[in-house]
């Protein structure tokens, strides 16, 4: 499958924990971007990379960071987490940023 | 700021019948629509972009600036097109372009 891939699949953690995201884009890809997809809130937009630099910002908490390294994977941080962040987490990336965004399966982060 | 509203949360027709999912924004640029679609525990396909004027699975949309509108149509929906589908927006320029803002989904049920 060349197509995004994201690890992990789930997260079960705690309240004030950190977890780490990741996600790799298709190949040739430049650009990756970050959603959060709740029940309250639905799709949101969180961050955006493109060829290792950041580009956009969307509503991303100052509790939540991402990279985009050379090899142009990308992690996505989540520290001192609270109920309210479990949600589904997907990466999605594109050629360049005006190309169509291909999206991962996701990561579903529970917080307990 | 950029607004995507889909009014209608649910909608259930029968098989052969003509669908219509409405999708309005709001935005002060040049925007671009698309239509994506997430099938149960699947990953956000793209459907539709506005600029490629493509008609994939048999549905269609047309962007209307003076309503501000992007309704998908189908003229004889399936049993297979039962999925999210979720309008979003983009600028068309600028260092927000990429950036997709959603709307909240509307779920689409076709009885056989």
């Known amino acids: 499958d060349s197509g995004v891939t994201q690890t992990p699949k789930h997260l079960i953690t705690a309240t004030g924990q950190r977890v780490t995201l990741r996600c790799s884009p298709r190949s040739g890809d430049l650009s990756v971007y970050w959603y959060q997809q709740s029940l309250d809130q639905g799709l949101q937009f969180l961050i955006q990379y493109y060829n290792g630099e950041e580009r956009a910002k969307g509503n991303i908490l100052e509790r939540f960071s991402a990279q985009q390294f050379p090899d142009l994977h990308s992690e996505l941080n989540l520290s001192s987490l609270e109920l309210g962040d479990s949600a589904l987490y997907f990466c999605a990336s594109g050629r360049t940023p005006q190309e169509t965004q291909y999206f991962g399966p996701g990561t579903r982060l529970l917080v307990l | 700021a950029q607004r995507v509203t889909q009014p209608e949360k649910l909608l259930s027709v029968f098989k052969g019948a003509p669908v219509e999912l409405k999708c309005n924004y709001s935005?002060?640029?040049?925007?671009?629509l698309f239509w994506y679609v997430q099938y149960s525990r699947q990953r956000l396909q793209l459907l539709l972009r506005?600029?490629s004027r493509e008609s994939i699975k048999g549905f269609t949309a047309d962007l209307n600036k003076g309503e501000t509108s992007f309704h998908l149509k189908k003229p004889f929906a399936q049993e297979e097109d039962s999925a999210m589908y979720y309008c979003?927006?983009?600028?068309?320029?600028?260092?927000?372009?990429?950036?997709?803002?959603f709307g909240q989904g509307t779920i689409l049920t076709v009885h056989p």
């Open positions: 979003a927006l983009s600028s068309a320029g600028g260092t927000s372009y990429g950036k997709l803002t």
């Open positions: 935005y002060s640029g040049s925007p671009e």
């Open positions: 506005h600029i």
